[in-house]
């Protein structure tokens, strides 16, 4: 298979405008100027898509001191307090003082950072309460962000999503091979994905990468082997991998520079041919950064 890409289906992640993120963040917090010299380069190569969370620090602050009018955003809620009485005045007040930060009259959609919650007794109340700010007009779309595929499947029995946010890259097939992607075209929920580059682990090579991921060094080998026999950089294989999947509407990437961004945007454009089914993993212990701290 071979597919040409654009750009257009790229959304910025900022969690780096408000926070040191990421396994492979030399820099730190990206400084407000270069946080402008970003979103400059978004603009001209037709990116129009922000993706950012409460919880990314003072991303949304951040943002907010840049003129955003050419820009969707998409924005996520943090965990709802177990002792929270008035769900819907919380999710409101959430929201209210998203908007201010972004200063933003609404936003594309809003994601539940912790989807969980929505199994509990109050679940059906957090639903309504997300589908208010449709109603009054502050977000047009609702949704969750996931960490694996299997919490969109249960929950997407009882309740319908406009958007999903999980991870997806080279390793990880397991929105394919669950069904999920089937569920999603049903219901007509659009996906985005994110951790492309598996917070930059994909795109190290062997002598930057942490010793304690030497227990996957054959498929290291394997997708090593496989990029020199077709002259691909890590990243051009992971941005177009991405790209050239027809389910997904947006692919969601973090950079630390407008250096970095572009360099993405041009590893976008080009040929790729059809990555072995052997370079995949299972292993959620590699696929799922939250557990890295246990290897």
């Given amino acids: 298979m071979f ?12 969690v780096q405008f408000g926070l040191p993120y990421g396994i492979s963040n030399k820099n730190g917090q990206v400084s407000n100027p270069e946080v402008a010299r970003i979103l400059d380069i978004a603009k001209v190569k037709g990116i129009h898509t922000l993706d950012t969370a409460i919880a990314y620090g003072s991303s949304e602050k951040v943002l907010g001191e840049h003129n955003l ?29 998203s908007l201010t930060r972004l200063r933003v009259p609404r936003v594309k959609a809003v994601l539940l950072h912790r989807p969980e919650q929505l199994h509990s007794e109050a679940g059906p109340e957090i639903y309504a309460a997300l589908d208010s ?22 929950l997407s029995r009882d309740f319908h999503f406009d958007l999903i946010q999980a991870p997806f890259n080279v390793l990880d097939t397991r929105l394919q091979d669950s069904g999920a992607l089937d569920i999603l075209e049903s219901q007509e929920t659009s996906l985005h994905v994110r951790s492309i580059f598996l917070q930059g682990l994909l795109l190290m090579d062997k002598k930057q ?15 090593e082997n496989w990029l020199d026999e077709h002259n691909l950089t890590p ?61």
């Fill in 3 to 14: 597919t040409k890409n654009t750009s257009s289906k790229i959304a910025l992640g900022t």
């Fill in 133 to 154: 700010l449709k109603i009054k007009g502050l977000t047009e779309r609702i949704g969750i962000s996931i960490y694996s595929p299997n919490e969109f499947i249960n």
């Fill in 209 to 223: 990468r942490p010793n304690k991921f030497n227990e996957w060094s054959q498929l290291w080998t394997k997708w």
């Fill in 69 to 97: 009018e050419s820009f969707d955003i998409i924005t996520k809620l943090p965990a709802i307090p177990d002792d929270t009485l008035d769900i819907k005045s919380w999710v409101e007040d959430q929201m209210t003082g």
């Fill in 235 to 295: 990243l051009e294989a992971c941005i177009r991998h991405a790209l050239s999947m027809p389910h997904i509407e947006k692919v969601v990437v973090g950079v630390d520079s407008a250096d970095q961004l572009q360099e993405i945007v041009t590893a976008a454009e080009g040929n790729l041919p059809t990555i072995p089914s052997d370079i995949s993993c299972g292993d959620v212990r590699l696929l799922s950064p939250q557990l890295w701290s246990q290897l």
